[in-house]
Each structure stands twice: as structure tokens, then as C-alpha cells.
């Protein structure tokens, strides 16, 4: 074979090494691409199935818990379905006539500000808002500031808790008492002071029209 | 004929031909077996009619050229001791120096210097591009078949010489490190080799005229080699330097040489078929044959190739093929890759296709599922019933009173009797509970009452004070079984005069205790 010939033919047999290596990158680069888009797809479905499968677990648990929670729901006054947390102004109503039917007498009233609360008092929709109240209030006998307390949770609006009560006795029933009773002058011989937790639901969720079923998949 | 294809595939043929100044040997091997062999005279187209139309009838068999003429330069050389890397280039700058570009050039190495400087000993050998060397080159550039590489005859030769000492070690072995092989060539003439320590040291070549008269081409080799032995025994400077002789003859010169005017001991001589029986080359020579040319390139054939000479043209050949191989290498391996990688890819994608369906089909059944199950929750959305789940919990927590004072005082009144008079209540709950983020320390909410009363004696008796307290204490462990209770005792000691007065107790109850 001559040189010439050899050379030709190492030029023809190069260039289709040459293309054979180009197709080759091409191929592969192009085959990688498709891989890992087809492998991404594949994480995301998964994903999307693992994020389904949470929350049909959470719609099958809320279906179970949702059966008794709706007859509460309906059994709640408007009141407590507002859920826009302690209602200071309307409280005030409340207890004004509260004073006036158990004849209470040198009242004093501190309210803390409203202040959220944690661990099972919150959600992803609503809040437990709670303020301290001290109440200190004077009345004719122990039956009636009992009275008093037994009614005071179930005119107030939210939820009290009790967690302080001091009662304490300094005069008794005289004629002099009596007397001022029959004038119309409060008569405070038991002294009260009460401590409690007033609490009520306030709504964190947006505003947002909630989605229909399918949807929130 | 598809089978005929096939069976050409399987077989391996080679051309061997030997140049010399009396013409060309053109042997076909196939499968290493000698197939054909053509002499021609010379280069002339006559001359190589037959030659042609063997060569063209197997374009794809290589060619190896053995060049056998007179005009062959041996020139020992010694490399200064650079790394064995550097070597070669050393070589060619040393070599572009002595040889001319157009002729063939390449070196031998004979192994290191043990003493002085260690210097790298080779021999550079050179053939000139000349005829009838240059015109059997332009005769073998016509045809297609690639070019295996152009070889020196007498280095083949040196190769069979050390085979023979090789496979005649146990028999009878070559004595001395200096040895002679001596073959007779139809092509060149008289062709001696001489090796020292295995190693090629100079070649000399002798036409014989008188090729058909045995006793005079016997007188011819015995002048010859008494010559050769006498210029080793000059180079050494050593008069008693004894020689080992390896000749390959016809039998009928071999019995005209006068072996005792050689003085040399160890003389072995085989004619060419016996050497070609002994080296286990078969069919190389036929026992009638006078010379040794078919037995070389046979020998070339069958056994490792010498090292290749090259000019610059041969070499830029060289150069140029091993590209033509390197191309075809690389076009099959990367087709071979592709093609399996495209087979492992499709695999890979079909089975990535088949779990994204599968995932799918999940999903799908997990939607009917949501769909049928969200039914159950009678017509609102997910959304409001977790909101009015979690208000539902809130509510529930929120509106448990378990531990309101009022519960305590219900507890507290049924126990308390006539003659007590209660004056001071103080209750506390202590809810575990705080304000504040993080997680807080579970504990039960504990209530504290503390209660101050007066009991009164009532004119019962001091007597019934005592048993009313006991049954008092009694009734009330009863009444906050759950809770710890402790009391004041009564006074130590009782006057008479005290029998109207009031007694003050205080109780204190604290609790639920854990159990």
C-alpha cells in the first residue's frame, strides 16, 4: 500500500471516529439529560404521593375525631363560634349585672392584657388568649359569694379558671347590719378574692374560602 | 461462497520477501506454514510477473521485508548513561548525524557497560535507499497490501543462531561466547553473522560465483571464515580467542570443508532442512534445498519479529498506519460503547416509566380514596372540619373544671357540723401550665385549701369535743381521700373555766396525690 492511499484511507477512517466519538458524547450527554429529567419526575411524584398519603392519614384521623367534635360544634352558642378571642367591653355588662343581683359590694377588678398561649392552647387555626383577673368583692354571707362564683363562668363569655379564692369572715349579722341593709347601704361581711383564668378561642386561619376536597389533595 | 468468506477470515496470511543483489524470495505463509515461495532476479516487471499476480490474489495479506544485500553498515555506538527514557531520542540525533533521511537506519542494543562511565552500547545499523533495495520498494508500494515493516536479514540470523543455542543446549551445547553463523543465501551469497554474548557485532557477505561446484564454494567458506576468525581475534586483542561455528549448508559443500584448517573446536553443521527440523519449523525447507533464505523468513514468520528499520518515509508510514489502526479502534469501541450504552440506558428509562406509573396509579387510588373517605365528613371541606376538630379540642380542654374551689367547698360542707364555724378560706390551684414557648414538664394541677374555723363547745361537754373533733377528722380523711390532710390539734389541756370558750383549728388539704 502506498502512502498516499494509506492516507486516504486514515483520513476517511478518522473522520468516521471522529463522528462515531462526537455521536457517542451526543448520545450519552442527550441520554443523561433524559435520565435525570425522568429521575426528577420520578422524586416528584413521589413526593407527591408521600404528601397525599399524609394528608389522607390526617383526613381519616379528622373523620374520626370529627363525628363527636361536630355536636359540640353545634351545641356552642353564636358567641363562641365568633372566635375573635376575650371580649373585655362585653364582660364589663356582664359583671355590672352580676354585681347588682348578688348585691356585691367594694368591688376592684385588674385585668392583664390578653396574651396568647401555647402548647395544646394552639393550632394551626385557632389560639387560646388568656388574661389574669384578680376580683375582690364583699357580701353578706359565703352562700352568696358562692353563689356569686358558681354563676360568674356561666354569664361570662370564654372560660374562666379558677386558680386563687380567698374568703375570709370579719363581721357578723348585728342589728346594726340589719339596719343598714334595710337603708339600702351594701353590707359586706364576708371578703372575697378571687383569682382566675379568663380565656376564650380567638381564630389564627386566613381568611381565605378553604378549598373543596379534591382540591386540597 | 459465503463460507469461503469466512474460512479467508480465519486464516492468517503473511508475505515475507527477502531482497538481496541477486534478486527477491517472495514467501507466502499461512497460518505460519509455508504456502509458496518465488524467486525473481529482479525488480523488473518480467521479472515479477508471478510475484504480482501472487500478491494481488491476497490484497489484504501484510508484507514484511527482509533485506539481505551487501550493502549493510554495522557501527557500534556508545550512548552516554542518560535515563533509559531519554534514549531514544538520543538515538535518532545520533543517527540523523551518521545516515542519510532517505536511508534505513535503527539501532541495536547490545546492554550496558559494566564498568567506567556505564555507558548504554548499541549498534546503529543503516542500509542505503538504493537499488535493488529502492526498487523493490517502489514494486511493493503498488499494491493495497499494508506494509508489516522492513527487517535486516543478518538480525533475523543472529535470532536463529541463538535459537540453535538455545535448543541444542542439552544435546550438544555452543561452547564459546563468540559465535559464528554462516548460511548460504541464493539472493546475497555467503551470509556470516557474528554474535558475541547473543548480541549482533558485524555481518559479512560473500557472492559466491561458482555456485554449482561444491568444492569450490566450500574452499570459498573456509577462506572466509579463517578471514572472520582472524578480524574477531584483532577486535578482541586476543589471540587465543576461541570461536563457536554454526553453519547452515548443503550437505555437499558441507562435506567438502576441510574442518581442521578452520581451528576452531566447536563447529556444529546442519543443512538447511535439518536446522529448520531442529528449530521445529515446519515445512520450511524441502531436504534438496541448497539455501537457506526460505528457512529465515520462516523462521521469521513462525517466531518474534526483529526490530524494525526504518527510513523517514517507512517511518512516517509507520506512523500513518498505526493512526489507520488507531481510528478503526477507536470507531469500534466507541460504537461498542454506545450501542450498550443506548441497550443499559433504554433498560434504566423503561424501568424509571414503569415506577412513575406505578406512583401514578398511587396517587390515583389515594384520590378516590380522599374522595370517597371525605364524604364522611357530611359536606364540609377538610379545612373547617380540622378547624372545628382543633376548636372542638380547645373547647373540651378549656371548659374542664375538675378543680374548681367551688367542688372543694361541696366536698368540705356536708362534713363541717354545728358547733364549727368556718372564718377563712383560702384556695389554690397550682396548674402546671405555663406561659411561654418550648416544651414545659408534665405535671398534675395541685390544689391547696387551707381552712381556719372555730369550733364551739356548745355545752355538750369537753367530753363530746374530743369524740366530735375525731369524728370531725374522720369524716373529712374520708371525704379528700385522695388528698393529704393535715390539721391542727386540740389545746393539751383543758380547765373547767374553759368549757364555753371556742376552739380555733386550722386544716390544711393538699392533693390529688399521684398514686
Known amino acids: 500500500m502506498n502512502y498516499d492511499t494509506l492516507k486516504k484511507q486514515t483520513q476517511i477512517r478518522g473522520a468516521i471516529a471522529l463522528v462515531a466519538v462526537i455521536l457517542t458524547v451526543g448520545v450519552s450527554v442527550y441520554i443523561s439529560h433524559m435520565q435525570s429529567t425522568t429521575q426528577t419526575r420520578l422524586y416528584r411524584e413521589r413526593n407527591q404521593t408521600i404528601q397525599q398519603q399524609t394528608k389522607l392519614q390526617r383526613l381519616l384521623q379528622q373523620k374520626k375525631e370529627f363525628a363527636e367534635s361536630i355536636k359540640l360544634w353545634k351545641q356552642l352558642s353564636g358567641d363562641s363560634k365568633s372566635l375573635s378571642g376575650l371580649k373585655i367591653d362585653e364582660s364589663k355588662d356582664v359583671l355590672r349585672r352580676l354585681e347588682n343581683t348578688y348585691k356585691l359590694s367594694n368591688t376592684s377588678i385588674i385585668i392583664t392584657p390578653p396574651e396568647e398561649l401555647y402548647d395544646i392552647y394552639k393550632n394551626d387555626t385557632t389560639v387560646v388568649v388568656s388574661s389574669k383577673v384578680t376580683y375582690a368583692f364583699e357580701t353578706i354571707t359565703d352562700e352568696i359569694a358562692f353563689a356569686f362564683i358558681n354563676e360568674l363562668p356561666k354569664k361570662l363569655p370564654g372560660y374562666i379558671k379558677i386558680v386563687s379564692l380567698k374568703m375570709e369572715r370579719h363581721g357578723e349579722l348585728n342589728n346594726d347590719t340589719i339596719t343598714q341593709l334595710y337603708e339600702g347601704t351594701p353590707v359586706g361581711l364576708v371578703r372575697t378574692h378571687l383569682v382566675f383564668h379568663w380565656r376564650d378561642i380567638k381564630n389564627i386561619a386566613e381568611e381565605a374560602e378553604l378549598t373543596n376536597d379534591t382540591d386540597a389533595l | 461462497m459465503l463460507l469461503y468468506r469466512l474460512k479467508q477470515l480465519a486464516t492468517s496470511l503473511h508475505f515475507v520477501i527477502n531482497i538481496g543483489d541477486e534478486g527477491a524470495i517472495l514467501t507466502l505463509f499461512q497460518n505460519k506454514k509455508l504456502a509458496k515461495r518465488l524467486y525473481a532476479a529482479t525488480a523488473n516487471d518480467y521479472d515479477v510477473k508471478q510475484f504480482r499476480k501472487l500478491i494481488e490474489l491476497h490484497p489484504k495479506a501484510s508484507i514484511s521485508v527482509l533485506i539481505d544485500n551487501t550493502d549493510q553498515s554495522y557501527l557500534r555506538q556508545k550512548i552516554p548513561p542518560v535515563n533509559r527514557v531519554f534514549l531514544p531520542r538520543l538515538i535518532r540525533k545520533r543517527m540523523r548525524r551518521d545516515v542519510e533521511p532517505e536511508d534505513f537506519a535503527g539501532a541495536i542494543r547490545l546492554g550496558r557497560s559494566k564498568q567506567g562511565r556505564k555507558d548504554w552500547n548499541y549498534v546503529f545499523v543503516s542500509v542505503p535507499h538504493r537499488p535493488p533495495v529502492s526498487e523493490w520498494m517502489a514494486f511493493l508500494d503498488e499494491f493495497e497490501n499494508p506494509i508489516h515493516g522492513y527487517f535486516l536479514l543478518p538480525v533475523e540470523l543472529a535470532n536463529i543462531c541463538n535459537h540453535y543455542v538455545k535448543t541444542t543446549k542439552k544435546q550438544r551445547p555452543v561452547q564459546h561466547h563468540w559465535k559464528l553463523m554462516v548460511v548460504h543465501n541464493k539472493i546475497s551469497g555467503l551470509r556470516q553473522v557474528v554474535l558475541d554474548k547473543n548480541k549482533i557485532i558485524f555481518t559479512r557477505v560473500t557472492n559466491t560465483t561458482q555456485e554449482d561446484i561444491p568444492e569450490v564454494v566450500a574452499g570459498e567458506i573456509e577462506h572466509e571464515l579463517i578471514n572472520t576468525i582472524d578480524y574477531i581475534k584483532r577486535i578482541t586483542g586476543d589471540d587465543h580467542t576461541e570461536v563457536s561455528i554454526v553453519m547452515s549448508l548443503e550437505s555437499s559443500i558441507m562435506h567438502h570443508i576441510n574442518l581442521p584448517r578452520l581451528q576452531c573446536k566447536d563447529i556444529h553443521m546442519l543443512t538447511p532442512y535439518q536446522m529448520a527440523e531442529h528449530l521445529k519449523i515446519e515445512n520450511a525447507c524441502k531436504e534438496t534445498d541448497k539455501f537457506c533464505d526460505t ?159 372555730t369550733l364551739f363547745n356548745n355545752e355538750s361537754g369537753i367530753q363530746n369535743i374530743f369524740s366530735n373533733f375525731d369524728q370531725f377528722i374522720v369524716e373529712l380523711e374520708s371525704s379528700f381521700k385522695e388528698y393529704t390532710v393535715k390539721y391542727s390539734q386540740l389545746p393539751s389541756t383543758f380547765t373547767f373555766n374553759d368549757e364555753n370558750k371556742s376552739i380555733p383549728i386550722k386544716i390544711n388539704i393538699t392533693g390529688p396525690n399521684t398514686p
Open chain 2, 295 to 453: 528457512l529465515v523468513a520462516a523462521h521469521f514468520a513462525h517466531y518474534a519479529h526483529s526490530d524494525k528499520i526504518h527510513t523517514k518515509k517507512t517511518q512516517r508510514f509507520n506512523q500513518l498506519l498505526f493512526a489507520h489502526k488507531a481510528a478503526l479502534l477507536t470507531t469500534i469501541i466507541t460504537t461498542v460503547y454506545l450501542v450498550l450504552h443506548v441497550i443499559y440506558n433504554s433498560l434504566s428509562m423503561y424501568t424509571l416509566h414503569e415506577d412513575i406509573n406505578y406512583t401514578q396509579q398511587q396517587q390515583e387510588q389515594i384520590t378516590a380514596t380522599w374522595q370517597s373517605e371525605s364524604k364522611a365528613l357530611g359536606g364540609y371541606d377538610i379545612g373547617t372540619a380540622t378547624q372545628i376538630n382543633n376548636i372542638a379540642n380547645v373547647y373540651r380542654i378549656l371548659s374542664s373544671n375538675a378543680f374548681s374551689p367551688l367542688n372543694s367547698i361541696a366536698q368540705l360542707i356536708p362534713v363541717l357540723s354545728q358547733n364549727m364555724k368556718v372564718n377563712h378560706i383560702y384556695w389554690t390551684l397550682t396548674d402546671p401550665v405555663k406561659k411561654g414557648r418550648g416544651k414545659q414538664k408534665k405535671a398534675e394541677p395541685m390544689v391547696n385549701l387551707t381552712i381556719e374555723l
